[in-house]
Nanobody, 119 residues
Framework: QVQLVESGGGLVQPGGSLRLSCAASGSIVSINAMRWYRQAPGKERELVAA???????HYADSVKGRFTISRDSAKNTVYLQMNSLKPEDTAVYYC?????????????WGQGTQVTVPS
């Protein structure tokens, strides 16, 4: 079995920063793409950032220039550095990863971590 566990969420004032982490564990052979999604109340889940196994990042237009995704493949961990946070960044942030395990290839989700930026 594979688990993704996020950490690093919290309450931060506008203009502040947070760093989210997501660690994958279990019977992992390899991990391809890793992603961060977010879901605000009453809205659909949206892709925030993604990173390939080779380290190539992709960002939603709404976070370009403010968020940075990175990964430590040796630790099976992906990070999201969030700077210049805005109230509209308030959401539950979810980690997602394409994992090849000892038993199957599948994508997995973390449980989510709350980020709150008050207006």
């Amino acid at each position: 079995q594979v688990q993704l566990v996020e950490s690093g969420g919290g309450l931060v004032q506008p203009g502040g920063s947070l760093r989210l982490s997501c660690a994958a564990s279990g019977s992992i052979v390899s991990i391809n793409a890793m992603r961060w999604y977010r879901q605000a109340p009453g809205k659909e889940r949206e892709l925030v950032a993604a990173i390939t196994s080779g380290g190539r990042p992709h960002y939603a237009d709404s976070v370009k220039g403010r968020f940075t995704i990175s990964r430590d493949s040796a630790k099976n961990t992906v990070y999201l550095q969030m700077n210049s946070l805005k109230p509209e960044d308030t959401a539950v942030y979810y980690c997602n990863a394409d994992v090849r395990s000892a038993f199957l290839d599948s994508d997995y989700w973390g449980q989510g971590t709350q980020v709150t930026v008050p207006s």
